[in-house]
C-alpha cells in the first residue's frame, strides 16, 4: 500500500474502533468544537471536560457569548490560564456575530482572520466542525509524525513545523477528514505518548520507522531554547471578617483584566498601620510557558475594613463565594481556597 494511504486508513480504520468518540464537543455545533479547541490549546482533556460544560452551559450560543461583559467570560474561565484565550474568544464571538450573523465561517482564510485561531486551530475546525480538508499541527499530531518519519528534526523549530505542515498536506486522505483528524490526535494522545508509547497496539507501526528503529526515547528531539525569566510577586491577603481585598489588574501581560491580590508596594506604608500582621504563606511556583512566577504572600487582618481607604473603582472586598463568580488567575483561586 502506498505510504500517504496506508497512514490515513489505518489512522481511520483505529479511529472508528479504538479512538475517544465520546466527548463532549463531538458531534455537536461547530460553536462547541470551537470553544473545545481553544480550550485545548494549552490544556489537556481531562482538565477541558469540567471547564467546557461550565462555559457552555454560561455562554449557551455565539450570540449569548458576544453580548456578555469580558468579566462573566473572565469568570467562566478562571483556573485555566492562558487568559489572552478566553479574551480573544469574546473578541472573536463579536466579529462572528455581526459580521457572519453568528455562524462560524467554513473558510481557512476567514477563519485565521478571528482572533485567537492561528493555522492549527483553523484546521482543527475545518475538519472537526464541517468534516472538511484542514491540517492539525498540535503536539500530539507533530510527535506522531515526527516518529513516523523516523526524523529527528527538532519539534519545537519553526523549520520542522514548516516541513511537517507539508508531509501532514500529503497525508490527508479523499474523505473522512473529521475521523482522520480525531484519529491522529487520538493516537499521539493514547497510543505514542511521549513517553513508552504503546507501538505494539498502534496501528502503524509496519510503516513506522522510529518502532524500526527503536528510537522512541530519543524522538522527537527537542532542543532547549532559553531558560524561563523568572519574576518575583509580592502579594497581601487582607483579610477582615469573611472578606479579602482584590485589585483589578490594570497591567499589560498576563493577567490583564483579572482580579488579584494587592502587591505590597500598592498600599502607602502609613496603611500598614491598620493591618495586623498574621504571617507568610508558603511560596508558590507558578510556570507559565515563557515566565515562572515566584509568589510570596503575606497575610494580614483588619478589624475594620471601611478604616481602610481604597479606591473602588480598582479594589474590592470580597468574599469567598463572590469570589468565584470573578476572574481570578489560578494562584489567587489556591490562595483563597487554602487560607480563606
Ligand atoms: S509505532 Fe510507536 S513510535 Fe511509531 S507511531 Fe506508533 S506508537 Fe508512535
Aim: glycine share 4%; aromatic share 8%; net charge positive.
Amino acid at each position: 500500500m502506498h505510504k500517504m494511504s496506508y497512514f490515513s486508513k489505518k489512522i481511520i480504520s483505529w479511529q472508528k474502533i479504538n479512538g475517544r468518540n465520546n466527548l463532549p464537543w463531538q458531534a455537536k455545533s461547530p460553536y462547541h468544537v470551537w470553544i473545545s479547541e481553544i480550550m485545548l490549546q494549552q490544556t489537556q482533556v481531562k482538565t477541558v471536560i469540567p471547564y467546557f460544560h461550565k462555559f457552555i452551559k454560561s455562554f449557551p450560543s455565539i450570540k449569548s457569548l458576544a453580548k456578555s461583559d469580558l468579566d462573566k467570560v473572565l469568570a467562566n474561565w478562571s483556573g485555566l490560564g492562558y487568559y489572552t484565550r478566553a479574551k480573544n474568544i469574546h473578541r472573536a464571538s463579536k466579529i462572528i456575530h455581526q459580521k457572519f450573523n453568528g455562524i462560524i465561517p467554513n473558510d481557512y482564510e476567514q477563519l485565521i482572520e478571528l482572533p485567537g485561531i492561528g493555522e492549527s486551530t483553523a484546521g482543527a475546525l475545518l475538519s472537526l466542525a464541517f468534516d472538511e480538508p484542514g491540517i492539525i499541527l498540535d503536539g500530539n499530531v507533530k510527535r506522531v509524525l515526527l516518529r513516523f518519519l523516523g526524523d529527528k528534526s527538532p519539534i519545537n523549530h519553526s523549520r520542522t513545523q514548516k516541513e511537517l505542515k507539508k508531509f501532514a498536506e500529503d497525508l490527508l486522505p479523499k474523505n473522512n477528514f473529521r475521523t482522520y483528524s480525531q484519529g491522529i490526535m487520538d493516537l499521539g494522545s493514547m497510543i505514542c505518548t511521549p513517553i513508552n508509547p504503546s507501538c505494539e497496539n498502534c496501528p502503524i507501526q509496519n510503516q513506522c520507522r522510529t518502532s524500526q528503529l527503536n528510537l522512541q526515547n530519543i524522538i522527537p528531539v527537542r532542543v532547549s531554547k532559553n531558560q524561563k525569566k523568572e519574576k518575583n510577586i509580592n502579594w497581601l491577603l487582607i483579610a477582615s471578617r469573611d472578606k479579602v481585598l482584590l485589585k483589578r489588574n490594570a497591567k499589560k501581560g498576563i493577567w490583564q483584566n483579572l482580579w488579584l491580590f494587592p502587591e505590597a508596594n500598592s498600599l502607602n506604608y502609613d496603611k500598614f498601620n491598620l493591618l495586623e500582621e498574621k504571617g507568610s504563606l508558603p511560596l508558590i511556583i507558578h510556570n507559565l510557558s515563557h515566565r515562572k512566577l515566584s509568589i510570596s504572600t503575606k497575610k494580614y487582618f483588619l478589624k475594620n475594613k471601611d478604616r481602610l481607604p481604597i479606591d473602588r473603582r480598582r479594589f474590592v472586598w470580597v468574599n469567598k463565594k463572590e469570589s468565584v463568580k470573578m476572574g481570578i488567575p489560578k494562584p489567587v483561586k489556591t490562595i483563597l481556597e487554602n487560607h480563606l
